[in-house]
């Protein structure tokens, strides 16, 4: 079901940005749900964001206001900007494509925020 390549993950202070980037091959972005997961040590992979084929895109509650979802079906590339990062946002960050139970999944990036 294609393949998926994040990007971005850094080490940041807490208030600070970054932005993580998917780049999908094999599928067209704007045709499946898109989302972006997060899996911190010691814990369950949880959803961030996804974006839906219609555009819409839906956020977890913890990240509402601060991040947000998009896509450049140009680049067949899905973005994650993350702004006023907290230390509770470090994770590993997936990329996904076809939801969580039969999708699939990149390699991950790292996220680490330093308070």
């Known amino acids: 079901q294609g393949q998926l390549v994040e990007s971005g993950g850094d080490l940041v202070q807490a208030g600070g940005s970054l932005r993580l980037s998917c780049v999908a091959s094999?599928?067209?972005?704007?045709?499946?749900?898109m989302g972006w997961y997060r899996q911190a040590p010691g814990k369950e992979r949880e959803l961030v964001a996804n974006?839906?084929?219609?555009?819409?895109?839906n956020y977890a509650d913890s990240v509402k206001g601060r991040f947000t979802i998009s896509r450049d079906s140009a680049k067949n590339t899905v973005y994650l900007e993350m702004n006023s990062l907290k230390p509770e946002d470090t994770a590993v960050y997936y990329c996904?494509?076809?939801?969580?139970?039969?999708?699939?999944w990149g390699q991950g990036t790292q996220v680490t925020v330093s308070s």
């Open positions: 996904n494509v076809g939801g969580s139970r039969y999708g699939s």
């Open positions: 094999g599928i067209i972005i704007s045709l499946n749900v």
């Open positions: 974006i839906v084929r219609s555009g819409i895109t």
